[in-house]
């Protein structure tokens, strides 16, 4: 009610009370239009014109802060969505920082190996090869002292042939003759 009579008092004070003649004719214009408006004001309040109002401010308000509400839970669900998506982030750089050391040092590992390999490969041939030398220098000497006792034997055939008589060559055939029969029984 003491909006109502601030109104009324609001009204009196008005510029209505300015105008010439009696106020409170219905010839005065000024007093026609505050009565209407009056009225008007109390038809508002009879059908609760301002509860309407105020129930619909009151609705957009709760609506305005439902809608704040979801926009917070929408912020906290994007925020933990967006921590959840850093942290696989980084367990997925962490998981490609391990995958690259690893093949790093598998690749470390491999070099390691074929460098060993390759070590052992040449060492098997540096063996055949100095095995290889090694028969090619007995087959040399071999020719060579084949090839000596050849020449050896050639002139000792050659010098015996000069030096030895008919008799004497028949008891040398006959003296290897009794060393090869003894020899063989």
């Known amino acids: 009610m003491t909006k109502l009579s601030a109104f009324v008092l609001a009204l009196a004070a008005s510029p209505a009370f300015a105008a010439s003649g009696p106020f409170f004719s219905l010839t005065n214009t000024d007093f026609i239009v505050t009565i ?59 998981l490609s920082d391990r995958i690259v050391s690893s093949a790093k040092a598998e690749a470390e590992a491999v070099a390691t190996q074929a460098q060993a390999d390759l070590k052992a490969s040449i060492a098997r041939r540096l063996a055949a090869a100095e095995e290889q030398i090694h028969a090619a220098e007995a087959s040399a000497v071999r020719a060579v002292r084949e090839e000596a006792i050849s020449v050896a034997v050639a002139a000792a055939g050659s010098v015996l042939s000069r030096q030895m008589t008919a008799e004497s060559a028949k008891a040398s055939i006959d003296a290897a003759l009794k060393q090869v029969d003894a020899k063989l029984h």
């Open 36 to 94: 209407s408006f009056l009225v008007f004001v109390g038809v508002l309040v009879y059908y609760k014109v301002p509860a309407m109002v105020t129930n619909l401010l009151d609705a957009r308000a709760n609506q305005i802060k439902a809608d704040l509400e979801e926009a917070r839970a929408l912020r906290e669900e994007a925020r933990s969505l967006l921590a959840s998506y850093e942290r696989k982030q980084k367990e997925v750089k962490e």
